[in-house]
């Protein structure tokens, strides 16, 4: 049925279930679509497994916002999202300058350079949530054998449209930041700007497919090396 808990007087997690799964995320998009426009919702952040609901406690109470939680979960119960989210094409360039940990993830699996591209480029992704920097892209549907953990240590700086894998996901990097993610490529894309009516390019339930671009080719679409 879901376990709803308080956080603070002006939020709510709500979890639909257990794992990291297409399933479980599908009944998470499917209680966002149900909650929103609910009285005094303020924010939806949809999780892995979970929503996080901001409200206004002014506007209406945690009893009254849990009941109608509570129905909209018995009501999306066992029913996925009704619409798929977009399908979104990525360019990425996989040259080992813009992916230093390219030739190390061949080697651990013993694959080629060129059979890890294949295999990274290959599935349709599912964008499952976005954090932990602005903008930064959690994707599920990677190839299990290029399954790898993160680095000992994480770097410093890792810049802007990075794609690496972690464990079992997938992911970018919306902004310059910190990370540990095994870096294979780069996008030319701007993931995240603070300029746009909607910063983040990419929302939790879209689908993402990545299309491999030589060095030329992400350097011409205003790519920085």
Not at 127 to 144: E, K, R, S
């Amino acid at each position: 049925m879901g376990r709803i808990r308080l956080c603070g007087d002006s939020a709510l997690s709500v979890e639909v279930g257990q794992g990291i799964s297409a399933a479980v995320h599908r009944r998470v998009l499917a209680l966002r679509d149900r909650v929103e426009g609910e009285s005094g919702v303020v924010a939806l952040v949809p999780g892995y497994r979970s929503l996080f609901i901001q409200y206004d406690p002014w506007e209406v109470s945690a009893e009254a916002l849990i009941a109608a939680v509570q129905t909209a979960l018995a009501r999306t119960s066992g029913r996925p999202a009704a619409a798929e989210g977009r399908l979104m094409e990525i360019p990425v360039c996989y040259d080992p300058s813009l992916g230093p940990d390219l030739e190390e993830v061949a080697r651990v699996h013993g694959l080629s350079g060129a059979e890890v591209v294949r295999r990274h480029a290959a599935p349709v992704y599912t964008v499952y949530l976005l954090g932990f920097t602005p903008g930064f892209v959690f994707l599920g549907g990677l190839d299990p054998r290029l399954r790898t953990p993160r680095l000992p240590e994480p770097r410093s700086r890792v810049p802007a449209g990075s794609v690496g894998i972690a464990g079992s996901q997938t992911g970018a990097y919306a902004v310059p930041s910190p990370g540990g993610w095994r870096l294979v490529g780069r996008t030319p894309l701007r993931l995240f700007d603070a300029g746009r009516a909607e910063p983040a390019l990419l929302r939790p339930g879209d689908r993402v497919r990545f299309r491999p671009i030589s060095l030329a080719e992400y350097g011409s679409s205003g790519g920085e090396s």
